[in-house]
Protein backbone atom coordinates (compact mmCIF):
# COMPACT_ATOMS: atom_id res chain seq x y z
CA UNK A 1 0.00 0.00 0.00
CA UNK A 2 1.04 3.44 -0.72
CA UNK A 3 0.32 7.02 0.64
CA UNK A 4 0.38 9.70 -1.07
CA UNK A 5 0.10 13.18 0.52
CA UNK A 6 -0.33 16.39 -1.45
CA UNK A 7 0.37 20.19 -0.52
CA UNK A 8 1.49 23.39 -1.53
CA UNK A 9 -2.13 24.23 -3.08
CA UNK A 10 -4.01 27.84 -2.61
CA UNK A 11 -4.98 31.07 -4.19
CA UNK A 12 -2.40 33.13 -6.25
CA UNK A 13 -2.74 35.52 -9.00
CA UNK A 14 -2.63 35.29 -12.52
CA UNK A 15 1.53 35.52 -13.85
CA UNK A 16 1.98 34.13 -10.25
CA UNK A 17 3.52 30.89 -9.25
CA UNK A 18 3.52 28.00 -6.83
CA UNK A 19 4.79 24.78 -5.72
CA UNK A 20 3.56 21.68 -5.09
CA UNK A 21 4.49 18.58 -3.06
CA UNK A 22 3.39 15.20 -3.15
CA UNK A 23 4.72 13.08 -0.33
CA UNK A 24 4.98 9.06 -0.69
CA UNK A 25 4.76 7.01 2.46
CA UNK A 26 7.94 4.78 1.06
CA UNK A 27 10.91 4.59 -1.38
CA UNK A 28 8.72 3.78 -4.60
CA UNK A 29 10.46 5.81 -7.03
CA UNK A 30 12.60 2.65 -8.65
CA UNK A 31 9.03 1.11 -9.12
CA UNK A 32 6.55 3.68 -9.53
CA UNK A 33 5.86 6.12 -12.29
CA UNK A 34 4.63 9.22 -10.92
CA UNK A 35 2.50 11.63 -12.32
CA UNK A 36 0.42 15.22 -11.30
CA UNK A 37 -2.84 15.47 -12.89
CA UNK A 38 -5.83 17.98 -12.68
CA UNK A 39 -9.65 18.09 -12.44
CA UNK A 40 -11.57 21.24 -13.45
CA UNK A 41 -15.33 21.53 -12.23
CA UNK A 42 -17.27 19.82 -14.97
CA UNK A 43 -13.95 18.63 -16.62
CA UNK A 44 -12.23 15.14 -16.70
CA UNK A 45 -8.92 14.83 -15.38
CA UNK A 46 -6.17 14.86 -17.09
CA UNK A 47 -2.76 14.65 -17.28
CA UNK A 48 -0.80 17.27 -16.37
CA UNK A 49 3.12 16.03 -15.92
CA UNK A 50 4.99 12.53 -15.33
CA UNK A 51 7.93 11.63 -14.19
CA UNK A 52 8.85 7.73 -15.28
CA UNK A 53 11.46 5.57 -12.94
CA UNK A 54 13.90 6.07 -16.34
CA UNK A 55 13.58 8.98 -15.23
CA UNK A 56 11.55 10.61 -18.27
CA UNK A 57 9.26 13.40 -18.09
CA UNK A 58 6.34 14.08 -20.13
CA UNK A 59 4.08 17.79 -20.18
CA UNK A 60 0.59 18.18 -21.25
CA UNK A 61 1.05 21.40 -24.23
CA UNK A 62 -0.83 23.23 -21.80
CA UNK A 63 1.61 23.68 -19.13
CA UNK A 64 4.64 23.12 -21.59
CA UNK A 65 7.62 25.73 -20.78
CA UNK A 66 5.43 26.63 -17.60
CA UNK A 67 5.66 23.89 -15.18
CA UNK A 68 8.49 21.58 -13.86
CA UNK A 69 7.92 17.95 -12.73
CA UNK A 70 10.78 16.75 -10.21
CA UNK A 71 11.22 14.24 -7.62
CA UNK A 72 13.92 14.24 -4.94
CA UNK A 73 14.63 10.76 -4.26
CA UNK A 74 16.03 11.06 -0.34
CA UNK A 75 12.89 13.05 0.13
CA UNK A 76 10.52 10.50 -1.24
CA UNK A 77 8.55 13.45 -2.44
CA UNK A 78 7.82 14.84 -6.02
CA UNK A 79 7.29 18.33 -7.24
CA UNK A 80 5.31 20.64 -9.46
CA UNK A 81 6.79 23.80 -9.87
CA UNK A 82 4.31 25.91 -11.66
CA UNK A 83 5.03 29.59 -12.86
CA UNK A 84 3.06 31.87 -15.24
CA UNK A 85 -0.38 30.79 -13.93
CA UNK A 86 -3.35 31.04 -15.88
CA UNK A 87 -7.05 31.24 -14.75
CA UNK A 88 -7.50 28.20 -16.32
CA UNK A 89 -4.93 26.13 -14.50
CA UNK A 90 -7.32 26.28 -11.85
CA UNK A 91 -8.31 22.76 -10.50
CA UNK A 92 -7.55 20.38 -7.76
CA UNK A 93 -4.56 18.73 -8.59
CA UNK A 94 -3.79 14.91 -7.81
CA UNK A 95 -0.75 12.78 -7.40
CA UNK A 96 -0.57 9.57 -8.77
CA UNK A 97 1.84 6.37 -8.81
CA UNK A 98 1.45 3.98 -11.18
CA UNK A 99 3.84 1.02 -10.74
CA UNK A 100 5.55 0.25 -13.66
CA UNK A 101 5.97 -3.72 -12.75
CA UNK A 102 2.27 -4.16 -12.09
CA UNK A 103 0.06 -3.20 -14.21
CA UNK A 104 -3.14 -1.59 -12.74
CA UNK A 105 -1.70 -1.19 -9.84
CA UNK A 106 -1.55 2.99 -9.03
CA UNK A 107 -2.97 4.92 -6.10
CA UNK A 108 -3.64 8.86 -5.75
CA UNK A 109 -3.22 11.43 -3.04
CA UNK A 110 -6.75 13.25 -1.80
CA UNK A 111 -5.82 16.27 -3.98
CA UNK A 112 -4.64 19.80 -3.39
CA UNK A 113 -6.98 23.21 -4.82
CA UNK A 114 -5.36 25.63 -7.18
CA UNK A 115 -7.03 29.15 -7.83
CA UNK A 116 -5.75 31.58 -10.14
CA UNK A 117 -7.71 34.69 -9.54
CA UNK A 118 -7.52 38.15 -9.52
Known amino acids: QVQLVESGGGLVQPGGSLRLSCAASGSIFSIYNMGWYRQAPEKQRELVAEITRGPSITYANSVQGRFTISRDVAKNTVYLQMNSLKPEDTAVYYC????????????WGQGTQVTVSS
Open 96 to 107: RARNALARGVEY
